[in-house]
């Protein structure tokens, strides 16, 4: 068997949402794609007025192309760039089944039915050529019973590979192996699956439901119980179960309603079946309200009402005990107020646990079902611990899995809580604690899982690839402040990681920036700006600039925006080359600095742009300076110049913010030189080496610009005429309009009577004037409170 794969191109059979998603995010990442589904069995109404008949070929692929038109217009999307969709070539299953004969892997997404999926397979099987891949993304059905009755080369190749949905956004990538599939097919799906899809790759074993919604839908069904023992409100129950604890937003009944009532109701049922020897089996019957939302059709999202309710703008929750919709109430426990000194959702557990009211009792009772739960799991369903807990990472956004969990309360706090709600855990367990171990430990900057066959502590496989800033930012660390931390990632390159709250950018981070180009200047080769929080930065801290603003201290806060824009220019014109990695929000001075790096290394979620103008202000820390400077470096000989200036105008005038890394080209804050990277696992171990290869190809300190060209009144001229007509037409407020006329003046370079080079200094300058004088702005001001205190933008 050769162990060089190369995937140019892949089958999807089913367009269904499932079918479409998984089509995208192989185009995302470059890969060719066909996708295929049933022939229609009747005209629509539009086809039999166009008079066409089932024998043609647009009707022929109506599904396919239904489905996947659906899928590009959805939101969130599916795709990093709408036009990467032209990588996806649609068909359907009769007439360009033979067309799989050129692809390197068949994945199969039809209906949950065994029958149909061998059919599927069997007429694979007459097409495909020896070698190629087929996998099938089920989520409940067993692998083994799939491949039965195919041939021996099919089986070979054939596995399970169960993405989850959406395809683009979960990093979930459940590998379940066949009865004869080949070690070779395993380490290959998990070495693509993380570094081409950028997935957590897990294999499990071919267990009911898997590994995710086996731990998932057990957490889920057992929250359905505990809600009508404990008599807590959808509210409290979501409030409890959402970002305090480190979980989406949409906690658990609202998840519910996204993925769909009927979705998780036909996995309990499964696995009710299919589960006899499990011991909570009884968990996965649903309770009685659950039915009769099945039978009212309240299935969430798709038909309207769920858990929630819209009705106009406002959203009703339904009631358990009446069965009625009434309107939300806020949900509060004294215990979640202790937590909110605490940063980190996994420091908080341990006091959690010990609240004295209902919220504490529910952690305690809540945590020991899922701790007995997922150690009687293995070794049914994974042998190896550290699985579980990437499983309910990567798939249901967890930040943190059941057995971290259980180290940060304590292993003996753990049982001590199992036994209260007189349950049993696995007896690996106090072997666990007789070898003197934890779940896990860090040792030289890598990750250690107990290992239950040998009882003893083993590196977690396939580190190597990235850098885990958690786990050396105590044995790397260079220098720190209580928002800076410089660590030394080897090779000479050094890492500065934000770690103020939200990791906005305020004094204490331009220090870290300017302490750590000073030392890699003195002995080392270069540095990048990474971090792995949830956003690499909203941008700067606009409290400090309120604050000044408000007691009219223009002097510093002059200052102080000096100090930023200096400190941007300093990433661009240091003797280092300095590397930026940033991840999803990326916003206003997160942004500048990206734009003033030598490189940036992006991961391919990051929401990147200049949103200044939502906050009553322009970009201020060389964000306009940068936009007026790559607008001048596209302009051409006798091309309209001003045409060029303005696409760079309005990306910071509507504040416009990329859906995708990729998106970000378009808007001119990626550029050629800039590069993406799918796994944000990879993002600083990818930055590092982008750092080392400039520094050893001989790095030279850039010269300043003093050639940047600016159109002055003709520019300025254009704008003003085109913010004039905005407000009039009632587009803008006055107040919109005197932001747009400043961010106008600094792009065209002031009111010069006629096309001049300036320097990059001139434009700075320019650039903080204007910044201040938006400072002394009342309306401004009320922009700014607006968004510290409701955390959205004040149209005024």
């Given at each position: 068997?050769?162990?060089?794969?190369?995937i140019?191109?892949?089958?999807?059979?089913?367009?269904?949402?499932?079918?479409?998603?998984?089509?995208?995010?192989?185009?995302?990442v470059?890969?060719?794609?066909?996708?295929?589904?049933?022939?229609?069995?009747?005209?629509?109404?539009?086809?039999?007025k166009?008079?066409?008949?089932?024998?043609?070929k647009?009707?022929?692929?109506?599904?396919?192309?239904?489905h996947?038109?659906?899928?590009l217009?959805?939101?969130p999307?599916?795709?990093y760039?709408?036009?990467?969709?032209?990588?996806?070539?649609?068909g359907?299953?009769?007439?360009?089944m033979?067309?799989?004969?050129?692809?390197?892997?068949?994945?199969?997404?039809?209906v949950e039915?065994?029958?149909?999926?061998?059919?599927?397979?069997a007429?694979?099987?007459?097409?495909?050529?020896?070698?190629?891949?087929?996998?099938?993304?089920?989520?409940?059905?067993?692998?083994?019973?799939?491949?039965?009755?195919?041939?021996?080369?099919?089986q070979q190749?054939?596995?399970?590979?169960?993405?989850?949905?959406?395809?683009?956004?979960l990093k979930?990538f459940?590998?379940?192996?066949?009865?004869?599939t080949s070690?070779?097919?395993l380490?290959?799906?998990t070495?693509?699956?993380?570094?081409y899809?950028?997935?957590?790759?897990v294999?499990a074993?071919?267990?009911?439901?898997?590994?995710?919604?086996r731990?998932?839908v057990?957490?889920?069904?057992?929250?359905f119980?505990l809600?009508?023992?404990?008599?807590?409100?959808?509210?409290?129950?979501?409030?409890?179960?959402?970002?305090?604890?480190?979980?989406p937003?949409?906690?658990?009944?609202?998840?519910?309603?996204v993925?769909?009532?009927d979705t998780?109701?036909?996995?309990?049922?499964?696995?009710?079946?299919?589960?006899?020897?499990?011991?909570?089996?009884?968990?996965f019957?649903?309770p009685?309200?659950?039915?009769?939302?099945?039978?009212?059709k309240?299935?969430g999202?798709?038909?309207?009402?769920?858990?929630?309710?819209?009705?106009?703008?406002?959203?009703l929750?339904?009631?358990?005990?009446?069965?009625?919709?009434?309107?939300?109430?806020?949900?509060?426990?004294?215990?979640?107020?202790?937590?909110?000194?605490?940063?980190?959702?996994?420091?908080r557990?341990k006091?959690?646990?010990?609240?004295?009211?209902?919220?504490?009792?529910?952690?305690?009772?809540?945590l020991?079902?899922?701790?007995?739960?997922?150690?009687?799991?293995?070794?049914?369903i994974?042998?190896?611990?550290?699985?579980?807990?990437?499983?309910?990472?990567?798939g249901?956004?967890?930040?943190?899995?059941?057995?971290?969990?259980?180290?940060?309360?304590?292993?003996?706090?753990?049982?001590?809580?199992?036994?209260?709600?007189?349950l049993?855990?696995?007896?690996?367990?106090?072997?666990?604690?007789?070898?003197?171990?934890?779940?896990?430990?860090?040792?030289?900057?890598?990750?250690y899982?107990?290992?239950?066959?040998?009882?003893?502590?083993v590196?977690?496989?396939?580190?190597?690839?990235?850098?885990?800033?958690?786990?050396?930012?105590?044995?790397?660390?260079?220098?720190?402040?209580s928002?800076?931390v410089?660590?030394?990632?080897?090779?000479g390159?050094?890492?500065?990681?934000?770690?103020?709250?939200?990791?906005?950018?305020?004094?204490?981070?331009?220090?870290?920036i300017?302490?750590?180009?000073?030392?890699?200047?003195?002995?080392?080769?270069?540095?990048?700006?990474?971090?792995?929080g949830?956003?690499?930065?909203v941008?700067?801290?606009?409290?400090?600039?309120?604050?000044?603003?408000?007691?009219?201290e223009?002097?510093?806060?002059?200052?102080?925006?000096?100090l930023?824009?200096?400190t941007?220019?300093?990433?661009?014109?240091?003797?280092v080359?300095?590397?930026?990695?940033?991840?999803?929000?990326?916003?206003?001075?997160?942004?500048?600095?990206?734009?003033?790096?030598?490189?940036?290394?992006?991961?391919?979620?990051?929401?990147?742009?200049?949103?200044?103008?939502?906050?009553?202000?322009i970009?201020?820390g060389?964000g306009?300076?940068?936009?007026?400077?790559r607008?001048?470096?596209q302009?051409?000989?006798?091309?309209?110049?001003?045409n060029v200036?303005?696409?760079?105008?309005?990306?910071v005038?509507?504040a416009?913010?990329?859906?995708?890394?990729?998106?970000?080209?378009d808007?001119g804050i990626?550029?050629?030189?800039?590069v993406?990277?799918?796994?944000?696992?990879?993002?600083?171990?990818e930055?590092?080496?982008?750092?080392?290869?400039?520094?050893?190809?001989?790095?030279?300190?850039?010269?300043?610009r003093?050639?940047?060209?600016?159109l002055?009144?003709?520019?300025?001229?254009?704008?003003?005429?085109?913010?004039?007509?905005?407000?009039?037409?009632?587009?803008?407020s006055?107040?919109?309009?005197?932001?747009?006329?400043?961010?106008?003046?600094?792009?065209?370079?002031?009111?010069?009577?006629?096309?001049?080079?300036v320097?990059e200094?001139?434009?700075?300058?320019?650039?903080?004037?204007?910044?201040l004088?938006l400072?002394t702005?009342?309306?401004?001001?009320e922009?700014?409170?607006?968004?510290?205190?409701?955390?959205?933008?004040?149209?005024?």
């Amino acid at each position: 068997m050769n162990n060089k794969r190369i995937i140019k191109k892949v089958a999807v059979i089913g367009s269904g949402i499932m079918g479409s998603g998984i089509a995208c995010h192989f185009a995302n990442v470059g890969v060719e794609v066909l996708l295929l589904d049933i022939l229609p069995r009747e005209l629509t109404e539009a086809e039999q007025k166009k008079g066409l008949t089932l024998e043609h070929k647009a009707v022929r692929n109506r599904i396919a192309n239904d489905h996947l038109a659906n899928a590009l217009k959805s939101k969130p999307s599916p795709i990093y760039h709408q036009k990467f969709a032209s990588r996806i070539t649609t068909g359907n299953t009769t007439d360009d089944m033979a067309k799989i004969n050129s692809v390197d892997w068949i994945i199969e997404v039809v209906v949950e039915r065994l029958d149909i999926k061998q059919q599927v397979f069997a007429q694979i099987e007459q097409f495909r050529k020896p070698g190629t891949l087929v996998t099938s993304n089920t989520s409940g059905i067993p692998i083994h019973f799939m491949s039965d009755g195919r041939s021996e080369d099919f089986q070979q190749h054939f596995c399970g590979t169960h993405f989850f949905n959406p395809a683009r956004y979960l990093k979930l990538f459940e590998i379940i192996p066949g009865p004869k599939t080949s070690p070779e097919v395993l380490d290959f799906l998990t070495h693509y699956g993380e570094k081409y899809l950028g997935k957590t790759s897990v294999v499990a074993k071919d267990t009911p439901a898997f590994i995710g919604n086996r731990i998932g839908v057990y957490g889920i069904q057992a929250l359905f119980h505990l809600v009508k023992e404990m008599g807590l409100t959808v509210e409290e129950v979501d409030k409890l179960t959402g970002p305090v604890i480190g979980r989406p937003k949409s906690a658990t009944f609202r998840t519910v309603d996204v993925v769909g009532l009927d979705t998780l109701v036909h996995v309990a049922n499964g696995l009710y079946e299919n589960v006899p020897q499990d011991e909570m089996r009884e968990l996965f019957k649903l309770p009685d309200y659950i039915g009769q939302m099945t039978e009212n059709k309240w299935l969430g999202s798709k038909t309207g009402s769920g858990f929630y309710k819209k009705e106009g703008k406002e959203i009703l929750t339904l009631d358990l005990d009446t069965m009625q919709y009434r309107p939300g109430k806020k949900a509060s426990f004294a215990t979640l107020e202790l937590t909110k000194t605490i940063d980190k959702p996994i420091d908080r557990f341990k006091v959690l646990i010990t609240g004295k009211d209902k919220a504490g009792e529910f952690y305690r009772r809540n945590l020991a079902g899922m701790f007995a739960y997922v150690s009687n799991r293995i070794p049914e369903i994974s042998d190896e611990l550290y699985k579980i807990d990437d499983a309910m990472k990567a798939g249901f956004g967890w930040e943190n899995g059941p057995f971290e969990i259980w180290d940060a309360v304590g292993v003996a706090k753990g049982i001590e809580l199992i036994k209260s709600e007189n349950l049993s855990y696995a007896s690996w367990i106090d072997d666990m604690i007789a070898s003197g171990n934890n779940f896990y430990s860090v040792k030289d900057g890598a990750t250690y899982f107990y290992d239950i066959a040998s009882k003893s502590a083993v590196k977690k496989p396939g580190q190597d690839a990235f850098v885990i800033l958690d786990n050396i930012r105590e044995s790397k660390k260079i220098w720190s402040n209580s928002d800076a931390v410089i660590q030394h990632l080897g090779d000479g390159i050094l890492n500065l990681e934000f770690r103020s709250k939200m990791n906005t950018i305020g004094g204490g981070v331009l220090q870290g920036i300017n302490k750590a180009i000073d030392l890699a200047e003195k002995e080392y080769n270069g540095l990048v700006i990474g971090n792995q929080g949830a956003n690499f930065s909203v941008g700067a801290n606009i409290g400090m600039i309120f604050m000044m603003a408000v007691e009219q201290e223009y002097d510093e806060l002059n200052m102080a925006i000096k100090l930023f824009q200096d400190t941007m220019m300093r990433c661009r014109y240091s003797a280092v080359p300095v590397v930026v990695a940033p991840h999803g929000m990326t916003l206003g001075g997160g942004c500048e600095m990206s734009l003033h790096a030598d490189k940036i290394v992006a991961a391919a979620e990051t929401y990147i742009g200049l949103v200044e103008f939502g906050v009553g202000v322009i970009p201020g820390g060389g964000g306009s300076k940068e936009m007026a400077l790559r607008a001048a470096d596209q302009f051409h000989k006798n091309d309209v110049e001003l045409n060029v200036l303005q696409e760079y105008f309005l990306t910071v005038a509507m504040a416009k913010v990329s859906t995708s890394a990729h998106e970000a080209y378009d808007l001119g804050i990626l550029q050629q030189k800039d590069v993406i990277v799918v796994n944000r696992d990879r993002q600083i171990a990818e930055a590092k080496k982008h750092a080392l290869i400039m520094a050893e190809a001989g790095y030279t300190q850039p010269v300043r610009r003093k050639d940047v060209k600016v159109l002055g009144k003709q520019a300025l001229g254009m704008f003003l005429v085109g913010t004039d007509s905005m407000e009039a037409g009632k587009f803008i407020s006055d107040h919109d309009k005197k932001i747009a006329n400043k961010l106008a003046y600094v792009m065209a370079g002031g009111d010069l009577s006629e096309p001049t080079l300036v320097t990059e200094q001139y434009l700075l300058d320019i650039e903080r004037e204007a910044f201040l004088s938006l400072c002394t702005e009342r309306k401004t001001l009320e922009r700014i409170q607006f968004m510290l205190t409701k955390g959205k933008p004040l149209r005024n």
